[in-house]
């Protein structure tokens, strides 16, 4: 772990090994961190130029992405849902853990005053099976995938990276939209649980609960992705790029980073400004090398 760290730290803040050539030093090549191999400890620089190229015209946002999936809480019931979504998708999930399942089989039990019929023949086993489950959990809770909705604009920008994944459920966003104006909400995270969950449901009235949250949440970013995006479209910066950059994305885990979300979005900025100045000069030096 201190030697990968190591390498993403030189990465990061940029570090280089230059090579001076001839009796004056004039020429000079830098080396940027490349890649680092794991089983012999060893760190891979290459040149500047080239890599910048290939780090730039390679990059695919749909293969970078990280999402944090929200924490877990015991289950009220056992469709309880919970949710993740991006601009061009929802993913629909559920946390199980034996001892929610069993809780909820004891719940059912006591509302109906006995055992549903189907259970009443269990045998001694089953019960000590049911009562080991309650005193021995696991560590963590089996994560149950319900699904996954996306745009067919989604899926061409995973194949085609020029290509940004257009809006799901566009229209029922803006139909909460209007909602919420009318309550005097204009700001609220589209990506957050109880709004994704407003989403797929597909219903005309606006909960009261939804608009309860909306009111005690009014800041329109609640994480450290959707504020990242934000400040990075609200500076004419293309969102998805932010994957392409290892301090970006330690940034957005919360992965041990130092950087504050404006260092993040400065340097993302300067970053790209110095790619799209570069653009011409090495395309034109990789093809006539070829």
């Known amino acids: 772990m201190a030697e990968e760290h190591i390498y993403m730290s030189i990465k990061t803040h940029g570090a280089k090994v230059k090579i001076k050539l001839g009796e004056r030093n004039k020429t000079v090549i830098d080396l940027v961190p490349h890649r680092f191999d ?5 760190i891979e620089f290459r ?3 080239q890599a910048s190229l290939l780090f730039h015209l390679q990059y695919n946002p749909s293969l970078e992405r990280v999402y944090e999936l929200p924490p877990y809480v015991p289950m009220r019931t056992l469709s309880d849902r919970r949710y993740v979504g991006d601009k061009g998708m929802i993913l629909s999930m559920s946390y199980l853990h034996p001892q929610d ?3 909820h089989l004891e719940r ?6 006995g055992l549903p019929v189907h259970l009443a023949a269990t045998s001694s086993a089953d019960h000590r099976t049911a009562a080991s489950l309650s005193g021995s959990m696991p560590s963590s809770p089996r994560l149950e995938i319900h699904h996954l909705r996306v745009t067919l604009g989604w899926i061409v ?12 459920y566009s229209d029922r966003y803006h139909h909460l939209a209007n909602c919420l104006a009318r309550h005097g909400f204009y700001k609220y995270d589209p990506v957050s649980e109880p709004v994704l969950a407003y989403i ?7 909960p009261a609960s939804l608009v309860k949250y909306v009111q005690a949440h009014t800041h329109e970013c ?7 995006q934000h400040m990075l479209e609200g500076a004419g910066v293309d969102a998805r790029v932010l994957w392409k950059y290892t301090f970006a994305k330690s940034f957005v885990i919360g992965n041990g980073s130092l950087l504050g979300e404006e260092d993040v979005v400065r340097r993302i900025q300067d970053s790209e400004d110095e790619w799209r ?5 090495l395309t034109r030096k990789l093809a006539a090398a070829h």
């Open 38 to 42: 794991k089983v012999n400890g060893i």
């Open 200 to 206: 797929l449901e597909d219903e005309d009235d606006l």
């Open 101 to 103: 399942e069993y809780q």
């Open 108 to 113: 059912q039990v006591a509302a109906i005053g």
């Open 222 to 228: 609640h994480t450290r992705l959707t504020r990242l």
């Open 47 to 49: 040149s500047r130029n």
């Open 277 to 281: 100045r570069q653009r011409v000069t």
């Open 157 to 168: 920008s995973g194949m085609n990276p020029k290509i940004s994944p257009t809006d799901i």
